[in-house]
Structures are given as C-alpha cells and as structure tokens.
T-cell receptor, first 115, second 111 residues
Framework: NAGVTQTPKFQVLKTGQSMTLQCAQDMNHNSMYWYRQDPGMGLRLIYYSASEGTTDKGEVPNGYNVSRLNKREFSLRLESAAPSQTSVYFC??????????????FGPGTRLTVL | GQQLNQSPQSMFIQEGEDVSMNCTSSSIFNTWLWYKQDPGEGPVLLIALYKAGELTSNGRLTAQFGITRKDSFLNISASIPSDVGIYFCAGRTSGTYKYIFGTGTRLKVLA
C-alpha cells in the first residue's frame, strides 16, 4: 500500500522545455490536488480534481495544465517551463468528499529546477 | 491568495521543553489539520480537528480547535530532537474541497 506516489523525484529543465509530473494513489480517494511549495509561501494550490472527469483551477494555475487520467492518476503538465516555476511540487489526495471528515494525504514531492 | 497566519515563524527550544504554536484566520473553518514536514519529504498528517473546542492528542502532540472556529493551536510536550521540522496548519470552510495552508512554523530543538 504505497499511498501517494510521485515521479520523478527530481528534474532539471531548460527554459521553454515541457514536462509532465505524474501522481498516482492507491487510497481510493475521489479528490486529488497539485500544490507548489516555495520558501516562505507555504503550499499554494495549482489545480484540483474533485472527482474523475473534473478539474478546476486553484490559486496559481497559470503556466500549468492537468489531466485526471482515471481515479488513481492525476498529472501536471508544464508546456513551456519558466524559471518562476522552479519549486517543489506536491500531489495530495483527500478522503470523504463534501463529507464531515476529510483529510489530505501528500506524496513525497517533485523537486523541479528550471534554468 | 488567502493564507492562514501561523506563528511563530520559527523557534529554537531546548530538548525537553514544551512547544506551542497557533494559526489564525479571518474565515470560519469547520476542519483544521496539522502536518509535519521533514526536510526533503512531503507533509505528514499529525492531527485532524472537526468541532469547535475539540481537543485531540497524538502521543506528545495535542491540538485544539478554537471556539471561535477561526483559530487552532498545537502543543508538543517534552520535545525531542526528532521533533525538528516544519509544522503546517490547514483549514477548510464548509462546502469546499479546498484547504488553505499556513506558512509554517520551523522548529529546531537544541540537544
């Protein structure tokens, strides 16, 4: 039972390159989230998917796209990477949707540097 | 974007001391979560709170859901070196899938 997994763990890109960050969960949760973490900024929501087949913008969606491939997988794509996208990216899943108890569980992160 | 006010930002304490930190918000929340993040790792859920006034413990950690529903507190008793890390709070309002995160409290324990 791996929980939430992310690949790759580290990545270096040149400005203008594209890449996709992968996230998979085996927790059978409906909701999945992508955050970025920058020093002193806490966690900021990029996109989320409340359920399979739906995606919505978060606080900082510009420069990113997402795909909810199925219930288990939620990917984040950078079409043309910029140095401002250098960050640590976390995927999270959430138990019970719109229910009384719902908790988010995080993956180990992808550390991205854009040169 | 909206973020929670978490304090203190950082603290150095001696091993064995008790630690207190808090989060405040301008919004009323119906759920508070507390996480710990070790260097190079993802946040790990420590405690979840669902009712105003609720007090919940997890080992040496105790968290409280403030009665105004706009704040939450985390206490660590008898700190040990492995308590080092960043502690985050997160809050959620009713009817939304999204959490808002605090900027973190960086804890350093001096042996």
């Amino acid at each position: 039972n791996a929980g939430v997994t992310q690949t790759p763990k580290f990545q270096v890109l040149k400005t203008g390159q594209s890449m996709t960050l992968q996230c998979a969960q085996d927790m059978n949760h409906n909701s999945m989230y992508w955050y970025r973490q920058d020093p002193g900024m806490g966690l900021r929501l990029i996109y989320y998917s409340a359920s399979e087949g739906t995606t919505d913008k978060g606080e900082v969606p510009n420069g990113y796209n997402v795909s909810r491939l199925n219930k288990r997988e939620f990917s984040l794509r950078l079409e043309s990477a910029a140095p401002s996208q250098t960050s640590v990216y976390f995927c999270a899943t959430q138990s019970a949707d719109r229910g009384f108890r719902n908790e988010q569980f995080f993956g180990p992160g992808t550390r991205l540097t854009v040169l | 974007g909206q973020q929670l006010n978490q304090s203190p930002q950082s603290m150095f304490i001696q091993e064995g001391e008790d630690v207190s930190m808090n989060c405040t918000s301008s919004s009323i929340f119906n759920t508070w979560l507390w996480y710990k993040q070790d260097p190079g790792e993802g946040p790990v859920l420590l405690i979840a709170l669902y009712k105003a006034g609720e007090l919940t413990s997890n080992g040496r950690l105790t968290a409280q859901f403030g009665i105004t529903r706009k704040d939450s507190f985390l206490n660590i008793s008898a700190s040990i070196p492995s308590d080092v890390g960043i502690y985050f709070c997160a809050g959620r309002t009713s009817g939304t899938y999204k959490y808002i995160f605090g900027t973190g409290t960086r804890l350093k324990v001096l042996a």
